[in-house]
Each structure stands twice: as C-alpha cells, then as structure tokens.
C-alpha cells in the first residue's frame, strides 16, 4: 500500500471536500469540519465524526446522550408523494435545526411507515405545528391526520461519557476532547477499552460486550442484551490470560 492510499477526503460541511490534516483521525478539531456522522476508513479502521458533549477520555466508550425528542404526533398537512416536506404536531419549543442531522419515522395510515433523515426546519417558537425538509422524496402521499410521527435528534450531536443503561456506546474516543469539540470515534478496527477483570482471562471467553459505563464486559448468560463491543483478539504474554486487553471492535454505526 502506497503513502497516497492512506489520504483521505471527505465532504465538509456545505461545500466540496477537505483533506484531514496530516492524513489521520487522531485529532481535535475545535470548528466542525465534517457532517456528524461521517463514516471514513483509515488502514483497516473505521471511525465515525461526532461533537462532544462533555469531556471525554479514551479510555471508555462515548454514548448517544439523547431521549428521543418527538414521540407519536400527528401527521399536521397533506402532502405529496415525491416532495421532501412533512408537517406534524410539535408540542416542544425547537430551535431552527434542532432536529437537524436527526431521523423522522413516519407512519402513514395503511402500514406504509418510512423513515428520513432530517435535514432542515425553521424554529417553531413554542408549541407548534413543524415542517421538516428530509433528504429523500417521500415514498407516499400524506394526509392532514392521517397518521403519525416519531422523531430522534443527531445521535453524534453531544456524545458523553455519563453513566446510564439505556443509551448505546456509538465509538471509543480516539483522544480526549472537551465539551464542544469535534473529534472522530473509533467503531472497527484493534482498539482498547478498560476492561472488567473477567474480559479475556478464560479460555473460550473472548467475545465482550459495553456495560452502562461504557466500559467493556465479558459476553455470558447474564447480559445477553447488552451491547457487543467486539472480541478481545490476543491473549496475554504466556498466551493464556487477559493480557492489555487488544479489542477488535464491531460497533454498529
């Protein structure tokens, strides 16, 4: 592989492309430079661009901060199929863009749900009525009551740190970044996260799973439903104990 292979240009915000800086992701950036949410393959790593929402460390894992933000509200205008608009009940006050880089599930009546990414809307004052511009047509006709919405802010916009068991690790910083800057979250590749003590310490016990600390678990009985981390991809020095431990991520992004 040539020095040029490891190059990477993505979109930045609003126009054209920019080149990382240095060639790499292990930075902070202190302006937004790309889309929250871009995906981008470095060597054989994936990493995905979040905001911080706190201080984070690398040490852990980095978790979507945020309820969802609009929850079964009525579909408010009619609509055609092929337009990028939808109207709904809003009974939060919105900033201008609040919801934007966030995702709206439409269910139409007749079994016909979709959903969009959220890509603009005005600020609606206070409890409102709310037109969203999405970023595909919508697949079908929508009518004044006809059905209902559901709406999530940008998982990326404020990723933190805080303790809680509801929400989903989305990457491990690859640097520590303050509250409010731009950095890029690791989701495949070889990493590390601070461990449990069982992680990697057993025979046939390699798969790991994130707690509500953000923090890695061994994969058994008892948390079947928690989040899966990866796998711890080397034993110790002696070749039978838990060693760093090394983690091949798979984080679904």
């Known amino acids: 592989m040539t020095a040029k292979m490891h190059r990477m240009h993505l979109p930045k915000v609003g126009e054209g492309v920019l080149h990382i800086p240095g060639g790499t992701p292990y930075q902070v950036d202190t302006e937004q430079q790309y889309e929250l949410g871009t995906y981008v393959r470095f060597g054989n790593k994936g990493f995905v661009y979040a905001k911080a929402g706190g201080t984070l460390v690398p040490d852990i894992g980095a978790k979507q901060a945020n309820n969802q933000k609009i929850g079964n509200v009525a579909i408010a205008a009619d609509a055609d199929a092929?337009?990028?608009v939808i109207t709904f009940?809003?009974?939060v006050a919105l900033d201008a863009n609040e919801l934007a880089g966030g995702e709206i599930v439409v269910f139409p009546t007749g079994?016909?749900?979709f959903?969009?990414?959220i890509v603009s809307h005005a600020s609606n004052g206070g409890a409102a009525d709310l037109a969203v511009t999405v970023d595909s047509p919508i697949p079908v006709d929508l009518t004044d009551g006809g059905g209902s919405v559901e709406c999530i802010l940008d998982p990326y916009?404020?990723?933190?740190q805080d303790s809680n068991e509801w929400t989903p690790v989305l990457g491990m910083p690859v640097i520590g970044a303050s509250d409010g800057e731009y950095l890029w979250l690791q989701v495949e590749g070889i990493s590390w996260c601070a461990p449990e003590g069982e992680v990697g310490a057993a025979a046939n016990s390699v798969e790991v799973c994130f707690g509500g600390d953000g923090a890695l678990r061994l994969r058994d009985s008892e948390c079947l439903g928690e989040q899966r981390a990866g796998m711890v991809i080397a034993p110790n020095t002696t070749g039978n104990g838990?060693?760093?431990p090394f983690i091949m991520l798979?984080?679904?992004?």
């Open 82 to 84: 092929g337009t990028l």
């Open 89 to 91: 009940e809003c009974n």
């Open 111 to 113: 079994n016909k749900a």
């Open 115 to 117: 959903t969009r990414r």
């Open 157 to 160: 916009d404020g990723v933190t």
């Open 242 to 244: 838990q060693g760093a």
């Open 250 to 253: 798979n984080i679904d992004h």
